[in-house]
């Protein structure tokens, strides 16, 4: 099944990013997907350090198909070794 990064925000340009990889037959329904899966919140524990924790909030009603784009996997990859031909 093919798989879909859907990206918001830019660690480059802003304080904050993610990428999330779904598995989907189409980008509409990757982001259906994401929507309907993403908590509104979440907390991230971190060991070690002076951070205890971090409390991270999504607003999935802000993702549109241009946060979606198709992704390239390994398996893309392999396939072009199978077109060899033994000796």
Known sequence: MPDFLISAGNS????VGYVARVEAATKEL???RLKEQLPG???IRLDGGDIVDLQIYFNVDELTLENVIESETEDDDDDDDDDT???
């Open 12 to 15: 480059d340009s802003g304080p």
């Open 30 to 32: 990757a982001l259906d």
């Open 41 to 43: 919140q979440d907390t």
């Open 85 to 87: 031909e033994d000796a």
